[in-house]
């Protein structure tokens, strides 16, 4: 499998590096060159690196990117790449949870925690424990908790920062246990379920919707002590894969499960049974093509006053009912590059927050933010744009598209839900906290212009 | 490894006096901690030693007062003292070897987490002479009563392995991890697959081969392992080949539910063993509905895969490329799937496109467009040209659309953006090139943008367009002659198609363009230093001066039209990849032996030979026998033409003329001795200059994977000039060497081999036929109920018959002839009389290959007649014949 591990900071720094088998050769005396020379690969595709590349030492490097970080590796074998990368995610989480967030000073604290973890979770190369709950029992260095807002924001890149629900750092007293007792300490009994619904919509430049699917999956986080089995029900009228719902039914096209879950009952009342490891984990995955309503429709127009001026006008519609909200909304508008003047005016519908709109020009485009767009209000942005040179199609084709950014609290589309949660543990004062929570948010939210 | 040593020790280093008093007052607080009495103190000492350590600080001198630390009942002091063990190991293996006592007695501690730590770090010591120790712990901890003990133990025969094979060999580890294949714990099962299948790759050898029993193991282990178990098991189950479609529907019927599993690597392990047996399966009518349930099994998986982190998500698209060259249905209505997406990292988006152009139909066509014309206004040039490039390419495979494609190229042109022009001009090309004489309407709308052109792809299309349709351009030549003032600064392509084009525009129109041809030519041909452009200056001047009809053909001529195929994998390569699904061989689209490099595993073999032998292997792996190429070379095709010379049974034929290997005559053929398969060859040094020592031997791709054990071949005693000697040369079967096989067409006999001749420095290339019975495996009998069932199970198209003549008398006796098959390695199943024909019988015969495949044999013999009826069956219908040519050796020929 892989020849060695390592984990390097945004600037190119060795953090971690485990070697676990020679196959250059020489004894690892030039491993950091070689990481070093990686690395600038890496910065010479502009963070756009292919996650498998052979670099001239023969050795094929994989890698993922996690809060900035690059977690790494190289083998000299012809390895399942699809096994490496999950395996550098599984790592990276696992790293997470023992750490409780995920940054170069957490991990330059606890690296002898790490390093063995990295004995426990890797042999030869070849994956072993890599379950967080599995390896309280073989690793004995305490976690050094670090302040996870402070020094690490400016490191986190939000695009790849794990959509969590739950900041608090995690697996606090994981480890004092060991295998030594069991956790009926003063611990919180709580567990963490998020139902989350990533969306992707496509909208043409009249507003219909060319293409959209919702990647949902549910996630658990458990710090439930004596880790009790659960069961989670859904929908009783759930249809698995397209075409063979009857109408109205809250339909998937694929599900996948994490193994642990027991699949006995899914078929019959659609109730899964499980008992959660601790830490993070997704409990299953499904998918959603074409037939929602989307919570936002985008209205764009473009009109041309004069030869130079262009007057954009968006409107965005909140489809959703009522009593639900899309939460720090941004739409970014890019536009031409001779736009020489854009003066935005915001109209804004009661029952949103704070919102404004403006053009940035080093970016090119508006920026127009808004904290809440409460459900079924409009919201209009106005911009008068002046342009250094007469408007061509080519100028035109240059605004847009349409890009939105929100989350909706507590609402999901695709109308997959949560039963009920149900913990088996019938031991005198025990009880459970259980925190269910819907989020939406957007993947990629476009609208064309063109 | 000597220089880390240097480094902290530092006494008569540069260092200033006080830094180094420094170092050593630090490393003197150390030890004294490390010798401290309170268990925390000592904790933290080795936590320091530690950090130390891993920012780069030689903490070797601390060695010993680190390892005395051991000897406690702490494990998690313990624990750390092994973190800096095992780092040592790797690096300075002679310190470690201190330890081994300590390794020893941890070995046999009563906690397994200790025993396990023990194994597990002697394991990474590469020095011979721990090995020794090693053996006896390791024995001990593969039977463990601990699961996490077996489990380490497990991977550590692997390790072994890559250091002294023979040892491993010798203690029986390898039955060991077999029996732990059906161990009672999943992860023991999965490390102990992982580990089998380590040492079947590295050592060639089929140590994990897959028989029934293991199958059965291996199905039953699938469903309790760990999800890096599974992806070990399926890794696994891919390289077998199952016996037939039934077998193999089976499997695959087990192997579906893992299409659900949330971890993608068990999901492309999963649809790798399902793609490779569904060749498997056939096509009568109820395997293809069975294929085509299985179709849509594979679908959404696969699309969900899109869904899960860019990183995996990469992956997944160089593989769905792949699958949808080799299985177009799977993903036929998934096209919008594969539309990128706003936020895509550039290389998913890239990967996208591909598959976006392959899936591209009539049906989708105008969706398709509509999306690439979106993509074309994108930031990302390169994303951008690839866009545009696609548009042409959507027009070149689908004749109905390319209208409706060239219309948007052209609204494309409008935008005056650079790069979207330059491009557009390349594809269009080769839109002209594919439909010709079909599309000229547009050429005006090309010659307005010529200033644009500045890159030598763009403008060598653009003068191969002009070239080509000079006779319908007013001013072909005037816009030629802007071209040609710069010629000299021009790119070679560009200055190529630059001279073609004023050809073609010469030929076309006389009149007006002498005086520029005549310019052209005399740049070409004196000003130029490139041979290329001297050389056509050359050719074109010689034709025009003396038959310009003939040039007219030469250069007018109709050209091949192009396909779109440009991209497309050739399919032998593409079953080769498609058995190495989820690997990185898939996603580099290259065979695993093109980057993998080949190690010498464990065995000790001299670093000269080993480059040697890479570099030989890279020649002959560069375009499928370009380099041995043998063309119409092939000497001796019919056995037995040349008497045998030798007296073995290797059917011994004149391969190789003196004329040809500067004064070498070869003789070569195939036998099994003693399970390894041979190449003997005898050597007439008819008039090379000197005494023929040395050879090295390489052999081409062929169609059962031969390759020789060893390059070197040594004449024992030297063949000197005017005598002949015997050389041998012992073959191995490798996957690597197979040659793309394609599926109807008989394999060929042909081995090519070059040798060269080390005295002399000759290298001669001749071609032998391999004769099968050399390749059929010891090992194949075969259950007479099994041979029935197989017999009947095998499609009736997949049978050959034949009948040989003229078999000397004493081959006439069925007794003489099973004996004599069965040295032979045919293996008799079963004689019966046929009823109602007197004097008549059949017998029946089995034999299997090294590389397991099967041919069922039914001979009938008939009293008082000098022939037999060979019936021969096998689902490797490809090598069918030569197994029948096989038999029918044999038979005649004892």
Request: net charge negative; charged share 25%; proline share 5%.
């Given at each position: ?8 900071s ?43 590349f ?94 996870p ?16 629900a ?54 658990m986080?458990s ?90 006008t ?18 970014e ?23 404004s ?32 040179q ?40 025990y009880?459970p ?18 | ?7 902290g020790?530092?006494?008569?280093s ?16 150390l ?31 601390l ?8 000897q ?6 313990k624990?750390l ?5 095992i ?30 730590l023990?194994?597990?770090t ?26 996490y ?42 490390n ?34 760990t ?27 087990r ?17 790798k ?43 997944a698209?160089r ?7 080799k299985?177009?249905h ?45 993509y074309s ?7 951008v ?13 689908l ?58 792809l ?26 040609l ?98 690997t ?52 001796n ?17 004149k ?5 040809k ?16 398969i ?7 040094n ?6 023929i ?17 060893s ?14 000697g ?14 793309p096989q ?6 060929s ?10 005295q ?13 019975e ?31 003549s003229?078999?000397?008398p ?85």
């Amino acid at each position: 499998m892989i020849s060695n591990f390592f984990v390097l900071s945004p600037r190119g720094d060795t953090i971690i590096a485990k070697q676990y088998r020679n196959d250059r050769g020489d004894a690892g005396a030039h491993e950091r060159s070689h990481t070093e020379a990686f690395f600038r690969k890496v910065k010479f595709w502009d963070d756009h690196a292919p996650p498998a590349f052979m670099m001239p030492d023969g050795l094929t490097y994989l890698h993922v990117k996690r809060n900035g970080l690059i977690f790494g590796c190289a083998t000299a074998r012809n390895v399942s790449a699809v096994t490496v990368i999950e395996l550098l995610n599984t790592i990276a989480r696992v790293f997470k949870d023992y750490c409780g967030t995920l940054s170069e000073e957490a991990i330059r604290k606890n690296f002898i925690l790490l390093y063995e973890l990295l004995d426990e979770m890797m042999d030869y190369g070849y994956p072993q424990i890599t379950r967080t709950q599995n390896l309280k029992s073989c690793v004995y260095n305490e976690p050094i908790i670090v302040d996870p807002i402070g020094n690490t924001s400016k490191m986190v890149n939000p695009k790849t920062a794990s959509a969590s629900a739950v900041h608090k750092p995690v697996i606090s007293s994981v480890n004092a246990n060991g295998r030594k007792s069991d956790s009926s300490g003063p611990q919180k009994n709580e567990i963490f379920v998020d139902i989350l619904e990533r969306l992707n919509v496509l909208f043409s430049a009249n507003g219909y919707v060319l293409n959209s699917t919702i990647d949902g999956c549910i996630q658990m986080k458990s710090y439930l002590a004596g880790n009790p089995q659960l069961r989670l029900a859904l929908n009783e009228d759930l249809v698995i894969g397209k075409n063979n719902g009857q109408y109205g039914a809250p339909t998937v096209d694929d599900i996948n499960f994490n193994d642990i879950v027991n699949l006995t009952e899914f078929e019959s009342a659609r109730t899964l049974s499980f008992v959660p490891p601790d830490g993070e984990f997704v409990v299953l995955n499904y998918r959603v093509t074409g037939d929602f309503t989307t919570p936002f429709r985008i209205i764009p127009s473009i009109e041309e006053v004069d030869s130079k001026k262009l007057e954009i006008t968006v409107l965005i519609r909140a489809d959703m009912p009522a009593n639900h909200f899309g939460a720090n909304v941004t739409v970014e508008i890019p536009l031409p590059k001779c736009t020489a003047v854009a003066s935005c005016t915001v109209i804004a519908s009661p029952g949103s927050g704070a919102t404004s709109a403006e053009f940035i020009r080093a970016d090119g485009k508006i920026l127009w933010t808004l904290k809440k767009i409460p459900g079924g209000t409009e919201q209009t942005m106005r911009c008068k744009v002046t342009l250094s040179q007469s408007c061509t199609t080519q100028i035109r084709r240059e605004i847009g598209p349409i890009n939105m950014n929100f989350e909706i609290p507590m609402f999901n589309v695709s109308n997959l839900q949560v039963r009920y949660l149900r913990i088996a543990e019938n031991m005198v004062g025990y009880t459970p906290y259980r925190w269910v929570r819907y989020v939406t948010q957007s993947s990629s939210y476009v609208c064309r212009l063109n | 490894m000597a220089k880390g040593k240097d480094g902290g020790g530092g006494g008569n280093s540069n260092d200033s006096k006080y830094f180094t008093t420094q170092k050593k007052g630090e490393m003197h607080e150390l030890r004294m901690e490390l010798h401290a009495t309170e268990k925390h103190v000592k904790v933290d000492a080795v936590k320091k030693v530690i950090a130390s350590m891993t920012v780069g600080k030689d903490v070797s001198m601390l060695f010993t007062d680190v390892l005395n630390c051991v000897q406690t009942g702490n494990i998690e002091l313990k624990k750390l003292v092994y973190l800096y063990l095992i780092n040592y190991a790797k690096t300075q293996p002679e310190l470690t070897l201190l330890a081994v006592n300590t390794f020893v007695k941890d070995s046999a501690d009563a906690n397994p987490l200790i025993r396990a730590l023990a194994v597990r770090t002697m394991g990474c010591i590469r020095v011979d002479r721990i090995t020794e120790y090693l053996c006896e712990p390791l024995g001990r901890a593969l039977r463990d009563d601990d699961p996490y003990v077996r489990k380490t133990a497990a991977v550590c025969v692997a390790k072994l392995y890559d250091i002294a094979p023979e040892l491993v060999a010798e203690r029986g580890f390898l039955d060991t991890l077999h029996d732990l294949i059906s161990d009672s714990n999943p992860s023991v099962v999965a490390n102990a697959v992982a580990a089998l299948s380590e040492i079947a790759e590295s050592s060639g050898k089929d140590v994990m081969k897959v028989s029934a029993a293991v199958l059965q193991k291996l199905l039953a282990a699938l469903n309790e392992c760990t999800e890096w178990g599974q992806v070990f098991i399926l890794d696994s189950l891919a390289k077998y080949t199952p016996a037939d479609g039934r077998e193999a529907e089976g499997i695959i019927e087990r192997v579906t539910p893992r299409l659900q599993h949330a971890n993608s690597a068990v999901v492309m392990s999963a649809v790798k063993v399902i793609l490779s047996y569904m060749e498997l399966m056939g096509s009568s009518n109820i395997r293809s509905d069975a294929i085509r349930s299985l179709t849509r099994k594979l679908a959404p998986p696969l699309v969900t895969l899109l869904n899960s982190e860019p990183e995996i998500q990469y992956v997944a698209l160089r593989n769905i490329n792949l699958i949808v060259q080799k299985r177009p249905h799977i993903l036929e209505n998934e096209i919008k799937v594969f539309f990128c997406k706003y936020n895509d990292p550039i290389y998913v988006k890239m990967e996208k496109l591909e598959i976006i152009i392959k899936l591209v139909s009539e049906k989708n066509i105008d969706q398709v467009l509509l999306e690439l014309k979106e993509y074309s206004t994108e930031v990302d040039v390169d994303f951008v040209r690839k866009s545009v490039s696609a548009i042409g390419r959507c027009a070149v495979k689908l004749e109905r659309a390319a209208e409706r494609c060239i219309g948007v190229l052209l609204e494309l042109i409008q935008t005056k953006v650079n790069y979207v022009v330059q491009e557009s001009v390349i594809v269009i090309k080769d839109i002209f090139r594919r439909y010709p004489n079909r599309y000229e309407s547009i050429i005006a709308t090309l010659c307005d943008n010529l200033d644009t052109l500045d890159e030598p792809l763009a403008k060598a299309s653009m003068i191969w367009i002009i070239g080509e349709y000079a006779e319908r351009i007013d001013n072909a030549d005037e816009l030629l002659d802007t071209f040609l003032e710069t010629f000299e600064e021009e790119d070679p392509a560009v200055q190529l198609q630059l001279l073609t084009a004023t050809v073609k525009c010469f030929l076309k129109n006389p009149e007006d363009t002498q005086d520029m041809v005549q310019r052209v030519l005399d740049l070409a041909t004196e000003e130029s230093d490139n041979p290329d452009l001297r050389d056509r200056g050359f050719i074109y001047w010689r034709l025009l001066s003396t038959d310009p009809e003939a040039a007219k053909m030469v250069v007018l001529g109709d050209k091949p039209v192009i396909e779109d195929d440009t991209f497309r994998l050739d399919p032998g390569l593409l079953n080769v990849l498609i058995g190495q699904i989820a690997t990185l061989s898939s996603v580099y689209h290259k065979p695993p032996e093109a980057f993998v490099v080949r190690r010498a595993a464990g065995i000790s073999a001299d670093d000269d030979e080993e480059d040697d032998d890479d570099e030989n292997y890279e020649d002959g792996d560069t375009g499928e026998g370009d380099l041995l190429d043998m063309g119409g070379m092939n000497i001796n095709d019919s056995r037995g033409a040349t008497a045998s010379v030798y007296e073995t049974k290797s059917p011994m034929n004149k391969v190789c003329g003196a004329e040809k290997s500067n004064g070498i005559e070869v003789y070569a053929g195939f036998r099994q001795v003693n399970g390894t398969i041979r190449m003997e060859m005898q050597m007439n040094n008819i008039s090379s200059p000197a005494e023929i020592q040395g050879l090295a031997i390489q052999l081409n791709k062929n169609s059962f994977g031969l390759s020789p054990t060893s390059q070197q071949i040594s004449c024992n005693p030297p063949i000197a000039p005017g005598s002949s000697g015997i050389a041998t040369v012992e073959l191995v079967v490798t996957p690597n060497m197979l040659a793309p096989q394609s599926a109807n067409q008989p394999a060929s006999p042909q081995v090519q081999i070059a040798i060269k001749n080390m005295q002399t420095g000759t290298v001669f290339y001749f071609a032998v036929d391999f004769n099968l019975e050399a390749l059929f495996s010891q090992d194949g009998t075969m259950e007479r109920s099994v041979f029935i069932e197989s017999w009947k199970s095998i499609d009736d198209r997949n049978e050959l018959y034949g009948t040989v003549s003229d078999i000397p008398p004493e081959n006439l006796d069925i007794d003489t002839v099973i004996n004599k098959f069965k040295a032979n390695n045919i293996f008799f199943i079963a004689r019966r009389p046929v009823p109602n024909a007197e004097g008549q019988e059949v017998v029946y015969f089995f034999m299997r290959t090294i590389t397991q495949m099967e041919f069922l044999a039914e001979l009938t013999f008939k009293q008082g007649v000098t022939a037999c009826k060979i019936c021969l069956k096998t689902e490797n219908s490809s090598y069918g014949l030569l197994a029948k040519q096989a038999i029918e050796y044999l038979l005649r020929d004892f």
